[in-house]
T-cell receptor, first 109, second 116 residues
Framework: KNEVEQSPQNLTAQEGEFITINCSYS?????LHWLQQHPGGGIVSLFM???GKKKHGRLIATINIQEKHSSLHITASHPRDSAVYIC???????????FGKGTKLSVKP | DTGVSQDPRHKITKRGQNVTFRCDPI?????LYWYRQTLGQGPEFLTY????????KSRLLSDRFSAERPKGSFSTLEIQRTEQGDSAMYLC??????????????FGPGTRLTVL
């Protein structure tokens, strides 16, 4: 079993829909990261959080430390949100991240 | 552009050849990471440096792989005697370590390696 699990693996939505991507982890963490990867490989960090909730524009990330679970929400989805969304966890002083396999999101106009 | 840069962006080589990749991190970042990503998978950790010291290596990093960061700035990743299984995207990231916490990692565009 992977230390970081994401669901769903693939997600197709219509423009305007509310989207939720889930991440569960089985190890102790210092922080959880949500990343976005577009075709061609470039990875952009969206959020780093260790508790509670963060919001940037239409993106919202939440984390429940007790349940070892995080969600990434996209409100009013748009075709430009189409990308792979990756959950990753950091484990304190080690610094390196452990990644989930990613969720491929496709938003249709 | 002051982001993380990687060179080359693409590399095609024949099995058995040696290849070397370079990563230039954001200038004030003291931590540098190498990851490998195969198709349809999330990235996997290979190794990381704090300044010039290599602090951790994954067991994925066989003895054919070596990484250096000689002056605590740019880093190189060399793969000797490449195998077809080495075909992947090699990603570099950098960050600033804040005491006892991980900081946001900034990723480069990656080097896509194809071993024929």
């Amino acid at each position: 079993k992977n230390e970081v699990e994401q669901s769903p693996q693939n997600l197709t939505a219509q423009e305007g829909e509310f989207i939720t991507i889930n991440c569960s982890y089985s190890v102790g963490i210092s922080a959880l990261h949500w990343l976005q990867q577009h075709p061609g490989g470039g990875i952009v960090s969206l959020f780093m959080l260790s508790s509670g909730k963060k919001k940037h524009g239409r993106l919202i990330a939440t984390i429940n430390i007790q349940e070892k679970h995080s969600s990434l929400h996209i409100t009013a989805s748009h075709p430009r949100d189409s990308a792979v969304y990756i959950c990753a966890v950091g484990r304190g002083s080690q610094g390196n991240l452990i990644f989930g396999k990613g969720t491929k999101l496709s938003v249709k106009p | 552009d002051t982001g993380v840069s990687q060179d080359p962006r693409h590399k095609i080589t024949k099995r058995g050849q040696n290849v070397t990749f370079r990563c230039d991190p954001i200038s004030e970042h003291n931590r540098l990471y190498w990851y490998r990503q195969t198709l349809g998978q999330g990235p996997e950790f290979l190794t990381y440096f704090q300044n010039e010291a290599q602090l951790e290596k994954s067991r994925l990093l066989s003895d054919r792989f070596s990484a250096e960061r000689p002056k605590g700035s740019f880093s190189t990743l060399e793969i000797q005697r490449t195998e077809q299984g080495d075909s992947a995207m090699y990603l570099c990231a950098s960050s600033t370590r804040l005491a006892r916490r991980t900081d946001t990692q900034y990723f480069g565009p990656g080097t896509r390696l194809t071993v024929l």
